[in-house]
């Protein structure tokens, strides 16, 4: 694996995004050296390799750059267009919305969000006058209103807004559209889990956005968990439709059981439960809160229905129910239930085999290169899940760190030490791997039928951000 020169210099930018790609490998000594010689036992994908920010940067929703002599005539237009149909047909003329919102989009081309949130809101306005106050004709324009927000930082006006554009769809859907209402749900939930995940300077673009708090304070943290709360209560919401109004058959009810365990697992990681409920200032309203929210049974509950609705479909394949068995043992592990987990993983493999699974195939699930980080289904931190990297994606990477660790029987770290990394590879990025390690959970592997007592893993994890 060929890595960039630019590891060889200290990291100067955030490593908000910074990922971890691990691979087996097999450590040679040097007789009468310190240093070893290593053989990858797997392979990293291969083809062009990519920055991976910049790669991001390209999933980033962006206007179409036009230039500047293109945006100014364009402007031109949408002025006189405008101007002409305010005087053949009067201020709230149906025609204005369009035009209102076209010339939105092109004062953002131009830099002027505040004149394109003037154009929006007008737009916005013409149209319910036209169309009644809770018309989801005026849906494009808060959509672009929204982004218009976003393309300064301003996460909070952004949730505003994305808030009023639910409630029209409430509106709309609630009562007469049960799917699009699921539609509405479901869109609603991404986006507070988006909001939960944001760090309000990292999408700032500018520094003095109106709105703007500073990263750590108290109300930014109760944003993000009542964000966190509403997307629990819209999966709950979506969980209980599906299930009264389709049926538990309804092939949309397992992803939405496992969207379910999400919420719930984000909160047991992300705030400190004990320290928040004995303050008087914890950030986050106690009151909206469900019964059992913060606790673990909401996730336990949710995966176990995901297992029962699968095995009461016909079509379920064997390997998509022994992954929900194995996600179940995974958080009876994160919870610390150990012996039930490792149980529940062993009846997880026996109905596999019962099944039918193939030897590849079971192989991949209980005793792959490496074992799995839990619950995987949560997607670990720094790893291309969470950063939604596809898996056969080449990547630019700066360097790597060799590790080699054991664990026990329960797939905690027993002893980890570095081997040695590339040159010039930061004292930060080795200390926040070695940390993510030593905190983190492994699902204990599983070779011819039987948990390994104790698991010996070298492996080289290479790096970027």
């Known amino acids: 694996m060929i890595c960039s020169s630019a590891f060889a210099q200290q990291p100067t930018v955030s490593l908000r995004y910074l990922l971890f790609d691990p691979v087996p490998i097999r450590v040679t000594p040097i007789e009468g050296d310190n240093s070893y010689t290593v053989t990858e036992l797997s392979r990293l994908p291969d083809g062009e390799a990519v920055d991976l920010r910049s790669w991001?940067?390209?999933?980033?929703?962006?206007?179409?750059?036009?230039?500047?002599?293109?945006?100014?005539?364009?402007?031109?237009?949408?002025?006189?267009?405008?101007?002409?149909?305010?005087?053949?047909?009067?201020?709230?003329?149906?025609?204005?919305?369009?035009e209102l919102q076209?010339?939105?989009?092109?004062?953002?081309?131009?830099?002027?969000?505040?004149?394109?949130?003037?154009?929006?809101?007008?737009?916005?306005?013409?149209?319910?006058?036209?169309?009644?106050?809770?018309?989801?004709?005026?849906?494009?324009?808060?959509?672009?209103?929204?982004?218009?927000?976003?393309?300064?930082g301003d996460l909070i006006s952004a949730n505003e807004q994305q808030e009023y554009l639910y409630y029209l769809q409430q509106k709309s859907f609630g009562n007469t559209d049960p799917d699009q209402y699921l539609q509405a749900l479901h869109s609603f939930a991404e986006w507070n889990l988006y909001a939960f995940n944001s760090n309000y300077y990292e999408i700032s673009?500018?520094?003095?956005?109106?709105?703007?708090?500073?990263?750590?304070?108290?109300?930014?943290?109760?944003?993000?968990?009542?964000?966190?709360?509403?997307?629990?209560?819209?999966?709950?919401?979506?969980?209980?439709?599906?299930?009264?109004?389709?049926?538990?058959?309804?092939?949309?009810?397992?992803?939405?059981?496992?969207?379910?365990?999400?919420?719930?697992?984000?909160?047991?990681?992300?705030?400190?439960?004990?320290?928040?409920?004995?303050?008087?200032q914890r950030p986050y309203d106690i009151s909206m809160m469900p019964k059992n929210a913060l606790g673990s049974r909401i996730g336990k509950d949710a995966l176990e229905r995901r297992i029962v609705y699968l095995q009461n479909r016909p079509d379920t394949d064997p390997q998509t129910l022994t992954e929900a068995r194995l996600d179940l043992a995974d958080w009876l592990l994160?919870?610390?239930?150990?012996?039930?987990?490792?149980?529940a993983m062993l009846l997880a493999y026996e109905g596999a085999v019962s099944s039918g699974l193939s030897g590849q195939a079971l192989q991949a699930l209980f005793a792959p290169p490496l074992p799995a980080v839990v619950p995987s289904f949560a997607h670990p931190r720094f790893s291309r899940a969470a950063l939604k990297v596809p898996q056969d994606l080449a990547l630019d990477y700066h360097?790597?760190?060799?590790?080699?660790?054991?664990?026990?029987k329960y797939g905690q770290i027993r002893t980890a030490q570095v081997l040695g990394s590339s040159p010039g590879t930061p004292v930060?990025?080795?200390?926040?791997?070695?940390?993510?390690?030593?905190?983190?959970?492994?699902?204990?592997?599983?070779?011819?039928?039987?948990?390994?007592?104790?698991?010996?893993?070298?492996?080289?994890?290479?790096?970027?951000?």
């Open 56 to 98: 991001l940067a390209q999933l980033t929703p962006a206007f179409t750059q036009l230039d500047q002599d293109t945006i100014e005539r364009q402007l031109d237009y949408f002025n006189d267009t405008i101007e002409s149909v305010e005087l053949s047909d009067g201020a709230f003329s149906p025609r204005l919305g369009q």
């Open 102 to 152: 076209a010339q939105g989009n092109a004062l953002l081309q131009a830099g002027d969000i505040n004149g394109a949130l003037v154009a929006f809101d007008r737009a916005a306005h013409i149209i319910r006058v036209n169309n009644g106050l809770f018309s989801l004709d005026q849906a494009p324009v808060i959509e672009d209103t929204i982004e218009a927000h976003l393309s300064r």
């Open 205 to 280: 673009r500018i520094a003095n956005a109106a709105s703007s708090e500073a990263i750590n304070s108290l109300s930014f943290q109760a944003f993000r968990a009542q964000s966190l709360l509403k997307a629990q209560m819209l999966y709950m919401q979506i969980v209980d439709i599906l299930t009264r109004g389709f049926g538990k058959s309804d092939p949309r009810l397992p992803e939405a059981e496992k969207a379910l365990a999400v919420t719930s697992y984000l909160y047991l990681t992300n705030f400190d439960l004990a320290e928040d409920f004995a303050s008087e």
């Open 334 to 343: 994160f919870s610390r239930k150990r012996t039930n987990s490792l149980e």
């Open 399 to 408: 360097g790597y760190i060799d590790v080699d660790y054991f664990l026990n």
């Open 428 to 465: 930060e990025i080795t200390e926040r791997l070695m940390r993510n390690l030593r905190n983190a959970q492994f699902r204990p592997r599983i070779q011819e039928g039987a948990l390994l007592e104790s698991d010996h893993i070298t492996a080289r994890f290479y790096y970027t951000y």
